[in-house]
């Protein structure tokens, strides 16, 4: 079965936060039970064989290393998209949202967090391959997911006929997540989803996501080399301006946005009181959050 190597990256470093941080920026115990205690260890092993690559300067012990690589590497970005998620989403709901959609849902375990309101109608679109894993490791893990419509389909085709016969309503305000997405997606497929998401949300609804920055540094990030290796290929970076243009053209304003210095004192700050050395997060600076919501 083919599942995203990235995806399952994602998962284990939600999984190794929450369990080594005494202040978890976004706790998530149920990442860890997606895994096999062999995948946790098999991801850990791959990631201290490669300190060289990450850390080439790096003269701790492998544990340390490992610690590290989490934590200024794997971790910032997916536990900080994570956080903005959940609180959004949760000041959605106090605004009577009652749809949510994940697109690339991924391993996201967001829907299946005890506190989550199963009063909320959730869809998790992604490749058929995807999906089955998924429903496999839920099945396995023990998790509940009777509140949760899995919509197979190809995100870059149609995916609005699909949402429509697995119950979605596009009369209901809706809130909309696209986490870890946009680096895979180019300006033009971006651009069209965001098109379908307006024909298919109604005014009020809401859009989380990050993205790359162009902003940052012209060389790849450790992350996105990564990724590339492994045929998943970052294909575009943003800055503000043109992100706004973007979303603007396609019936969206942005409500909130996010770069390194908000995010690590929104995020990541109090985590750090509670912590040192190898085990400090930051904001790299390469990826920014962004909240949006459909225009009046």
């Known amino acids: 079965m083919q599942t995203s190597m990235t995806a399952l990256i994602s998962l284990f470093s939600r999984a190794y936060h929450s369990k080594r ?9 149920n990442s860890e039970k997606l895994l096999t205690a062999e995948e946790y260890e098999t991801a850990a092993f791959s990631m201290k064989n490669g300190r060289t690559f990450f850390l080439p300067d790096f003269d701790g012990d492998d544990n340390a290393a490992l610690d590290k690589i989490v934590n200024t590497v794997l971790a910032p970005p997916v536990v900080a998209r994570s956080a903005f998620c959940l609180d959004a989403l949760l000041c959605a709901t106090k605004r009577g949202v009652k749809q949510l959609v994940l697109f690339g849902a ?9 506190d989550f309101d199963k009063s909320i109608r959730v869809f998790e679109l992604d490749r058929k391959e995807m ?12 998790l509940d997911h009777s509140h949760v419509s899995f919509v197979p389909c190809d995100l870059a085709a149609d995916f609005e006929a699909p949402l429509k016969e697995a119950g979605f309503n596009k009369n209901e305000s809706s809130f909309a997540a696209l986490l870890g997405l946009c680096h895979y997606l180019s300006r033009d497929e971006f651009s069209a989803l965001l098109g379908k998401a307006n024909h298919l949300f109604p005014e009020g609804s809401d859009l989380v996501f990050d993205f790359p920055l162009k902003t940052a540094a012209a060389e790849p990030g450790k992350t996105e080399q990564l990724a590339s290796g492994a045929g998943e ?11 706004e243009k973007l979303l603007s053209q396609n019936g969206f304003r942005i409500y909130e946005y996010l770069e390194a210095e908000d995010i690590e004192r929104r995020f990541f700050d109090r985590h750090n009181l509670f912590t040192s050395g190898t085990g400090i997060l930051s904001a790299s600076g390469d990826f920014a959050l962004c909240l949006a919501a459909k225009k009046e």
């Open 106 to 114: 991924g391993y996201d375990s967001l829907p299946y967090r005890a």
């Open 21 to 29: 941080s005494v202040c978890p920026v976004y706790d998530d115990p």
């Open 131 to 142: 999906i089955e894993d998924k429903l496999f490791r839920l099945e396995r893990a023990g």
């Open 233 to 243: 290929k970052m294909k575009v970076r943003y800055d503000c301006r043109e992100l």
